[in-house]
């Protein structure tokens, strides 16, 4: 078990509700819940139909609001043959369609149905370690034997286990790479360092490698919260990690960096209670941005004081390191 919120002084700086026994309820709870999930299921097998749509460019954002508006289940973006064209795959739940119609310059390219299976069990297999900017490597394999410590430091960089059990947090996304490369970039050692949407706590681990005093993460997400506990295990650091939200931080100027790499539409509106917990010398690193919304983010952060100093930017990813 990592450390708890009550030890090492946590719980002077957040208001945490309910403490342990709280998360050992719910997690009775999950794994309630995910047996009776079991229980029920139907094992027939599940096929979605999977539309191949190519387009103009320009149309890209009107095709994905309305297949969003027909209840497309996901889509992915194809590499399309020139930068003129649009190429999006569009899954649907079985023997399902898009309802609204598409305008006729939206060309249906073709149709093939996919069987269900454990699209976490195909990656998982074929994650191998990465290199993430000149300090980091990053290792999703399960490790061998179980709870092996981390080794020695490969190269000068710092090996940080994170297994590849969810999907998200395995430094395999462009937000997280960006994040990563931006935090090597600042100034770490001795700092106070706030991990907002840890998710496997990757960002808490890299921070504390390089020499942080102090690293508190959370997440909203409450599997998260278990798997970063079960990661600090399998690493040489061991931040503070939370299940909840801002708002279970007591306001005061505790931090001296944020790491926020999460969609802006999930985190904007909480700016004034991420703004309570921080110093007024700071620095805040913000991912999870698609380029389109860059402006908006850095207009969001500018009445705060905040001034961009790097931007990084990977595919339509984009990301920022900001100071007062
Ligand atoms: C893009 S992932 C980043 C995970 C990890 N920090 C990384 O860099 O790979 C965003 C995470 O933020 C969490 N999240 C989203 N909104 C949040 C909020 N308002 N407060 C706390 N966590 C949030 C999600 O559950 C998710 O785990």
Same mark, same amino acid.
């Given at each position: 078990?990592?450390?708890?919120?009550?030890?090492?002084?946590?719980?002077?700086?957040?208001?945490?509700?309910?403490?342990?026994?709280?998360?050992?309820?719910?997690?009775?709870?999950?794994?309630?819940?995910?047996?009776?999930?079991? !229980?029920? +299921?139907?094992?027939?097998?599940?096929?979605?139909?999977?539309?191949?749509?190519?387009?103009?460019?320009? !149309?890209?954002?009107?095709?994905?609001?309305?297949?969003?508006?027909?209840?497309?289940?996901?889509?992915?973006?194809? &590499? #399309?043959?020139?930068?003129?064209?649009?190429?999006?795959?569009?899954?649907? *739940?079985?023997? &399902?369609?898009?309802?609204?119609?598409? *305008?006729?310059?939206?060309?249906?390219?073709?149709?093939?149905?996919?069987?269900?299976?454990?699209?976490?069990?195909?990656?998982? +297999?074929?994650?191998?370690?990465?290199? $993430?900017?000149?300090?980091? +490597?990053?290792?999703?394999?399960? *490790?061998?034997?179980?709870?092996?410590?981390?080794?020695?430091?490969?190269?000068?960089?710092?090996? $940080?286990?994170?297994?590849?059990?969810?999907?998200?947090?395995?430094?395999?996304? &462009?937000?997280?790479?960006?994040?990563?490369? !931006?935090?090597?970039?600042? /100034?770490?050692?001795?700092?106070?360092?706030?991990?907002?949407?840890?998710?496997?706590?990757?960002?808490?681990?890299?921070?504390?490698?390089?020499?942080?005093?102090?690293? %508190?993460?959370?997440?909203?997400?409450?599997?998260?919260?278990?798997?970063?506990? /079960?990661?600090?295990?399998?690493?040489?650091?061991?931040?503070?990690?939370?299940?909840?939200?801002?708002?279970?931080? #007591?306001?005061?100027?505790?931090?001296?960096? #944020?790491?926020?790499? $999460?969609? *802006?539409?999930?985190?904007?509106?909480?700016?004034?209670?991420?703004?309570?917990?921080? #110093?007024?010398?700071?620095?805040?690193?913000?991912?999870?941005?698609?380029?389109?919304?860059?402006?908006?983010?850095?207009?969001?952060?500018?009445?705060?004081?905040?001034?961009? /100093?790097?931007?990084? /930017?990977?595919?339509?990813? %984009?990301?920022?390191?900001?100071?007062?």
């Amino acid at each position: 078990m990592g450390p708890t919120p009550s030890q090492g002084g946590l719980d002077q700086i957040l208001a945490y509700r309910g403490g342990d026994r709280l998360l050992a309820f719910l997690q009775a709870f999950l794994q309630a819940f995910l047996q009776a999930l079991l !229980l029920f +299921r139907d094992d027939s097998m599940t096929t979605f139909p999977v539309f191949l749509y190519s387009f103009p460019k320009e !149309l890209e954002e009107v095709v994905v609001a309305l297949l969003g508006a027909s209840g497309v289940l996901g889509l992915q973006h194809l &590499e #399309a043959p020139s930068p003129e064209i649009g190429l999006i795959e569009a899954y649907f *739940p079985e023997g &399902e369609s898009p309802t609204f119609p598409l *305008p006729p310059t939206v060309k249906l390219v073709h149709r093939r149905s996919v069987v269900d299976q454990d699209w976490l069990e195909s990656y998982r +297999r074929q994650a191998q370690p990465l290199n $993430i900017g000149d300090r980091f +490597r990053i290792d999703p394999r399960e *490790p061998e034997p179980p709870g092996e410590a981390s080794g020695p430091p490969p190269n000068g960089r710092f090996l $940080i286990h994170v297994p590849a059990r969810q999907a998200f947090g395995t430094g395999s996304h &462009e937000s997280t790479r960006l994040a990563l490369e !931006l935090l090597e970039r600042s /100034q770490v050692s001795g700092k106070r360092v706030l991990d907002v949407g840890a998710g496997s706590g990757i960002l808490s681990f890299a921070a504390l490698a390089l020499g942080a005093s102090r690293v %508190v993460g959370f997440d909203i997400d409450l599997p998260s919260a278990f798997l970063a506990r /079960q990661y600090c295990r399998l690493n040489a650091w061991a931040p503070d990690y939370f299940a909840g939200d801002l708002k279970a931080l #007591a306001v005061g100027p505790h931090f001296d960096l #944020a790491l926020v790499n $999460i969609l *802006p539409e999930r985190i904007l509106d909480q700016i004034p209670l991420l703004e309570a917990c921080l #110093a007024e010398r700071c620095e805040v690193i913000l991912s999870g941005i698609l380029e389109s919304r860059g402006e908006e983010v850095l207009s969001a952060y500018a009445p705060l004081g905040f001034e961009i /100093q790097e931007q990084r /930017q990977e595919g339509d990813w %984009v990301a920022f390191r900001c100071r007062r």
